[in-house]
């Protein structure tokens, strides 16, 4: 699965001319997905652009709010986002946890509220620098999975970004990543008893 995070970026004409190539360009199929996750006042523009051109690309959203009824300025709920045909939303990003105060009892909201519309979660996991150098990623981590639930699994992916690789230039190294990951997918089967594997 390939994900594309413009987070704050973009106009209508570059997202014409990214989703134009990268239609063209590269061949997605169901083990290759790729998610287009632009700023949200683009969701609608780009989910036209996609169904003209018959893109491959999935549309998903960088954000959700799992009130549908409250009246939250800047919120976009899930019946909004269906109305674009977006099958896919990130959720627990670091910087909206930084930046929003997302915990895990908002998060796991989030995840219902989702799942329940049928929008596939993309559930973001990291630790900072100083958790990783005091050797403390995996109960880090253990901490922010333990809101996911096993009902969840057929629907969830996870992505694994450190937190101090982003905007760094400090990159983490192919064994790094692949403990990493070991350790999300075990977590996910023995503690979570997820019934299905998740997508890590």
Not at 93 to 118: G, T, V, W
């Amino acid at each position: 699965m390939i994900i594309a995070n413009w987070k704050m970026n973009g106009s209508r004409e570059s997202i014409d001319s990214w989703l134009r190539l990268a239609s063209s360009d590269i061949e997605f199929n169901e083990d290759n997905l790729c998610i287009f996750c632009p700023p949200s006042c683009f969701l609608d523009y780009s989910s036209s652009l996609i169904n003209e051109i018959s893109s491959s690309i999935i549309l998903g959203s960088q954000s959700i709010n799992f009130s549908k009824d409250s009246a939250l300025t800047g919120g976009i709920n899930t019946e909004m986002l269906r109305e674009f045909n977006t099958q896919y939303v990130l959720i627990g990003h670091s910087e909206q946890r930084e930046y929003f105060n997302e915990d895990n009892d908002s998060l796991k909201l989030k995840l219902k509220s989702a799942i329940e519309s049928d929008i596939s979660p993309i559930f973001c996991v990291g630790e900072p620098n100083d958790i990783k150098l005091k050797g403390q990623t995996k109960d880090f981590l253990s901490n922010q999975l333990q809101i996911l639930d096993k009902k969840y699994s057929s629907h969830l992916s996870i992505a694994y970004e450190p937190i101090w690789a982003i905007g760094t230039g400090d990159n983490a190294d192919l064994h790094y990543i692949e403990d990493i990951h070991g350790f999300i997918k075990d977590y996910c089967d023995t503690e979570l008893d997820f019934e299905e594997k998740v997508s890590v």
